[in-house]
């Protein structure tokens, strides 16, 4: 991997804005494509297209494949339909409808328009029908594909003349006469049954496979539960539509952990540290005013109960307490509850069970930290602060039950409505407990002033 530190750049930028096109093509030569596109970051955009356009046409496909979206996206903007056209023949049919996906529809037209391979701009258009988030807008459809009826010698005949414009081969997928998905023929099989009648002989039945409407996240629980590197896509009969490889899936993933992040830190949509102060304003702005509401709502809370901490002023003591608590708890319980969901260990179905399991945790911890607090204050707040020695621990244990069983509920319940469970994790649980904790803090106080005084 290469190191471009500054005095690197700087040589680029020099050699850039000469116009020294053999001195930049040796620069970009040995290069992977990669790392071309990480050297981008640390250019403008007419430096990085002068450099890519001194690139083949097979390089720049890849290098327009590792860039950013939003680097992509600048890049496009440079170019003409038939420029771009010529680039998207280079690509896989998943990778390409990737690139489309981005653009508008008037220029998705004139692109599809200005690829010569009709067959693959063709299986382009049919990709874009799929919903991206599913199998069918994941899937690309180079492959090898043979019949369950043909003999050993016309397979292989087949395979070399369909392995010459794959760069990768996972898998040799085997069909019947209406195209349905029989098998997978295992290299090895060619080589000790060179003579077998047909291939159906020989071919591995009942392969792993998921029809084109499956979610992503259910792909790649398959894809991590059965140790695939790829995986036949099929429609609602059992035809053969595409494939899935595991690089596909790799990066689905990664996009819905950094998604899932966010969402648990508060920011309402894709941010990055290099965004404009705009974009990051209105992506944070959102939550934390939501979370100034909450502040407010509390203020009021205490307000209200300005009395009771004239009778024992050291009830404010443990404000800060019951608030933290109930938060951690809370985001405790539905991290564990969106964690499961995420990688299929917790059923859906289940969800009364977790909520009862959930319940027993609450009892058990609440139990422990409440005794604990009461312990302590017991024997350091001593005698004359009894309100405030009772009310912590009861209320610490109330929260405590309730932040559980509610960090459970929440998630589970944005599940089914198909929302993503993930918000459970964010500032949602920690504001909604601390109103709750503290409104449960100010009544078993203000019951306890009435009930000893």
């Not at 917790?346 to 930290?369: A, H, M, P, R, Y």
Request: with cysteine; net charge negative.
């Amino acid at each position: 991997m290469k190191d471009f530190t500054p005095e690197y750049i700087h040589h680029l930028q020099k050699i850039i804005e000469d116009h020294a096109d053999d001195a930049a093509r040796d620069e970009l030569k040995d290069l992977h494509p990669a790392e071309i596109a990480e050297l981008y970051h640390e250019l403008d955009i007419d430096e990085a297209e002068y450099l890519y356009l001194l690139l083949d046409e097979e390089t720049q496909a890849d290098v327009l494949m590792e860039l950013d979206e939003d680097e992509r996206q600048q890049l496009l903007s440079k170019m003409d339909a038939e420029d771009i056209a010529k680039q998207i023949e280079h690509l896989d049919t998943d990778d390409a409808v990737d690139v489309i996906q981005e653009l508008d529809e008037e220029e998705r037209e004139k692109i599809l328009s200005h690829i010569d391979d009709v067959e693959q701009a063709g299986d382009i258009i049919d990709l874009l029908k799929y919903d991206e988030d599913t199998a069918g807008g994941l899937m690309g459809t180079e492959m090898i594909v043979v019949n369950e009826n043909w003999s050993m010698p016309e397979c292989i005949r087949q395979m070399r003349m369909q392995a010459e414009d794959m760069d990768e081969v996972y898998y040799v997928y085997v069909v019947d006469n209406d195209d349905r998905l029989k098998g997978t023929l295992p290299l090895k099989k060619l080589i000790t049954h060179p003579s077998v009648s047909k291939i159906k002989h020989v071919m591995e039945d009942d392969p792993v496979a998921v029809k084109a409407d499956t979610p992503i996240d259910e792909v790649a629980l398959d894809f991590e539960k059965y140790d695939l590197v790829a995986m036949p896509v099929v429609d609602s009969i059992g035809r053969l539509l595409g494939r899935i490889t595991v690089d596909d899936v790799m990066d689905q993933v990664r996009d819905s952990n950094e998604r899932d992040y966010q969402l648990a830190s508060g920011l309402t949509h894709d941010v990055e540290s290099d965004d404009k102060l705009f974009a990051q304003t209105k992506a944070r702005l959102p939550w934390l005013l939501i979370g100034m509401i909450g502040g407010l709502c509390n203020s009021f809370i205490l307000g209200k109960f300005e009395g009771g901490f004239v009778v024992d002023p050291t009830l404010a003591l443990f404000i800060p307490l019951i608030g933290g608590t109930g938060g951690n708890v809370g985001t405790q319980s539905s991290a564990i509850v969106v964690q499961g969901l995420a990688n299929g260990s917790l059923d859906i179905k289940k969800s009364t069970q977790q909520l009862l399991k959930e319940l027993g945790v609450g009892l058990l911890n609440g139990g422990i930290i409440a005794l604990l607090v009461f312990i302590y204050n017991y024997f350091t707040i001593g005698h004359g602060h009894e309100v405030t020695t009772f009310a912590v621990s009861i209320s610490l244990f109330c929260v405590v039950m309730f932040a559980s069983v509610f960090g459970t509920f929440v998630p589970l319940t944005l599940e089914k409505l198909k929302i993503d469970p993930a918000l459970a994790t964010g500032p949602f649980i920690s504001i909604t407990n601390d109103i709750i904790g503290m409104l449960i803090y100010m009544s078993i106080s203000s019951w306890l002033i009435i009930a000893l005084h």
